[in-house]
């Protein structure tokens, strides 16, 4: 056995969100074209007095070509993803259109819009570009915005969150306005990651200076170990599940290691979005997160924000070339085809060849399952939501924007009466709790990882 040839396949091949034939992301377009060319749409979020007065009925209705996705039930927070205006051929705009815009994601307080974050570039969704283009970027987006308010706004300076960025604010009287950047630096040369704008009610602003204030997010879990059981709910059908879990939709993009991660650290309370998680695991949009990858990444991620990381079930080689052995006895058992030796050196392969009945009697071994099980009940329990990597593509699930391949999704309650584990994927409104046999749920596993806050 070529061991050193499967690592590097399983690395490459694995990856969490990555369809079995990735492709580059490209902008979806938007379904109707707007009336008037003069404005964009998403002017009216650009932080004017009238701003801050914007119902969610009238979102809808100004934003509706732009295919908005309310993110939860409650309809609290929304998101427009990488579109395209069929007018003009290009992302909306902001500022005067100048600054493309290729994600906003709207937060709305007793019924209006009370914050708004304009990803103005970032990796995942408007591809890799050179450090010089991206510096130009933040220039005509400063520019923009000097105008726009008609006041030259002040230097942040550096602030350090889930990544370091740099930032830029001004204020007006009715709005502040943060812009935000952040680069990696990696083999001596610097990755542009993204750049984004803020904008928030000066009501809402804290009444302290601006070099140690206005950030984005802040980089720490604020939840403790044991708040958390009160987010744990029962009903009457044997339903135990945690509430309150945060809604991500990763888009088009294989982000969904980073927007699961982003999901557990907003329900323990740190302000981070996908881009810096993206930033952290040096995920990209059509390769996803390699299991190496992953792990490295939850490692730093526990770290900075005050977490404790449990491998539950970590993806190791040597599982995987033991779960290989136990496929192939079943198959023989089974009279099915065994794979072969050429075959498992691509994991993903392996199992979009494997057969879903032979591949759950090769797991039913040794309690494995049972195990599992005790796992799931264990933190859901005490309100840890587990992040549950699988194999997609086994066993029908209805209509998934991804048909197979490895998938990142989150664990968020069991059902003993009906033997169910329920869960959630990063794909916005209608994802938020699903349900699936838990021998089917065992079967698809491929890793079980839980962050829990390190405070009591």
């Given at each position: 056995?070529?061991?050193?040839?499967?690592?590097?396949c399983a690395t490459l091949s694995l990856t969490m969100g990555a369809p079995l034939q990735a492709e580059p992301t490209k902008p979806a377009?938007?379904?109707?074209?707007?009336?008037?060319?003069?404005?964009?749409?998403?002017?009216?979020?650009?932080?004017?007095?009238?701003?801050?007065?914007?119902?969610?009925?009238?979102?809808?209705?100004?934003?509706?070509?732009?295919?908005?996705?309310?993110?939860?039930?409650?309809?609290?927070?929304?998101?427009?993803?990488?579109?395209?205006?069929?007018?003009?051929?290009?992302?909306?705009?902001?500022?005067?259109?100048?600054?493309?815009?290729?994600?906003?994601?709207?937060?709305?307080?007793?019924?209006?819009?009370?914050?708004?974050?304009?990803?103005?570039?970032?990796?995942?969704?408007?591809?890799?570009?050179?450090?010089?283009?991206?510096?130009?970027?933040?220039?005509?987006?400063?520019?923009?915005?000097?105008?726009?308010?008609?006041?030259?706004?002040?230097?942040?300076?550096?602030?350090?969150?889930?990544?370091?960025?740099?930032?830029?604010?001004?204020?007006?009287?009715?709005?502040?306005?943060?812009?935000?950047?952040?680069?990696?630096?990696?083999?001596?040369?610097?990755?542009?990651?993204?750049?984004?704008?803020?904008?928030?009610?000066?009501?809402?602003?804290?009444?302290?200076?601006?070099?140690?204030?206005?950030?984005?997010?802040?980089g720490a879990a604020t939840s403790t170990l044991g708040s958390l059981k009160a987010n744990v709910q029962t009903t009457p059908s044997g339903?135990?599940?945690?509430?309150?879990?945060?809604?991500?939709?990763?888009?088009?993009?294989?982000?969904?290691?980073?927007?699961?991660?982003?999901?557990?650290?907003?329900?323990?309370?740190?302000?981070?979005?996908?881009?810096?998680?993206?930033?952290?695991?040096?995920?990209?949009?059509?390769?996803?997160?390699?299991?190496?990858?992953?792990?490295?990444?939850?490692?730093?991620?526990?770290?900075?924000?005050?977490?404790?990381?449990?491998?539950?079930?970590?993806?190791?080689?040597?599982?995987?070339?033991?779960?290989?052995?136990?496929?192939?006895?079943?198959?023989?058992?089974?009279?099915?085809?065994?794979?072969?030796?050429?075959?498992?050196?691509?994991?993903?392969?392996?199992?979009?060849?494997?057969?879903?009945?032979?591949?759950?009697?090769?797991?039913?071994?040794?309690?494995?399952?049972?195990?599992?099980?005790?796992?799931?009940?264990?933190?859901?329990?005490?309100?840890?939501?587990?992040?549950?990597?699988?194999?997609?593509?086994?066993?029908?699930?209805?209509?998934?924007?991804?048909?197979?391949?490895?998938?990142?999704?989150?664990?968020?309650?069991?059902?003993?009466?009906?033997?169910?584990?329920?869960?959630?994927?990063?794909?916005?409104?209608?994802?938020?709790?699903?349900?699936?046999?838990?021998?089917?749920?065992?079967?698809?596993?491929?890793?079980?990882?839980?962050?829990?806050?390190?405070?009591?």
């Open positions: 056995m070529q061991t050193s040839r499967l690592l590097l377009a938007a379904p109707a074209a707007e009336t008037k060319a003069s404005t964009d749409p998403l002017e009216i979020l650009a932080g004017s007095a009238g701003t801050w007065k914007v119902s969610a009925p009238d979102y809808e209705k100004a934003l509706g070509a732009l295919r908005p996705e309310w993110l939860d039930a409650g309809k609290n927070q929304s998101r427009i993803g990488n579109v395209t205006r069929r007018e003009t051929g290009k992302p909306p705009q902001i500022i005067n259109n100048q600054l493309p815009v290729y994600e906003t994601v709207c937060n709305f307080a007793d019924g209006v819009v009370q914050r708004v974050q304009f990803s103005l570039y970032n990796r995942g969704d408007a591809g890799e570009i050179a450090p010089e283009n991206f510096k130009r970027r933040i220039d005509q987006a400063k520019t923009a915005i000097s105008e726009f308010v008609k006041n030259p706004g002040a230097d942040r300076g550096k602030a350090a969150g889930a990544v370091l960025t740099k930032g830029w604010v001004w204020k007006t009287a009715d709005s502040q306005y943060l812009l935000e950047s952040s680069m990696k630096r990696q083999q001596g040369e610097d990755r542009p990651e993204f750049l984004r704008l803020v904008i928030i009610p000066v009501s809402s602003v804290p009444k302290t200076s601006i070099g140690t204030v206005v950030t984005a997010g802040k339903d135990v599940y945690i509430s309150n879990v945060p809604m991500v939709d990763q888009g088009q993009k294989g982000y969904c290691v980073v927007a699961t991660a982003e999901r557990v650290l907003r329900y323990y309370g740190a302000e981070v979005d996908q881009h810096e998680m993206a930033q952290m695991a040096d995920s990209s949009a059509a390769g996803g997160t390699s299991p190496t990858k992953m792990t490295e990444a939850l490692d730093k991620i526990d770290s900075k924000f005050k977490l404790r990381l449990k491998r539950f079930l970590p993806w190791t080689e040597r599982g995987y070339l033991d779960l290989i052995k136990d496929y192939n006895r079943a198959a023989r058992s089974n009279k099915t085809r065994v794979l072969t030796e050429d075959e498992i050196y691509n994991v993903a392969f392996a199992y979009q060849e494997m057969d879903a009945d032979t591949l759950k009697k090769a797991r039913a071994t040794s309690g494995a399952m049972d195990r599992f099980k005790k796992m799931v009940k264990g933190a859901i329990d005490t309100g840890v939501p587990l992040m549950w990597s699988v194999q997609l593509g086994l066993f029908k699930e209805g209509d998934l924007p991804q048909s197979g391949g490895g998938h990142m999704r989150l664990i968020i309650g069991y059902n003993d009466t009906n033997n169910e584990i329920l869960f959630s994927d990063s794909w916005g409104a209608g994802h938020e709790l699903k349900r699936m046999n838990a021998e089917e749920a065992w079967t698809i596993t491929s890793g079980l990882y839980g962050m829990e806050p390190k405070a009591k």
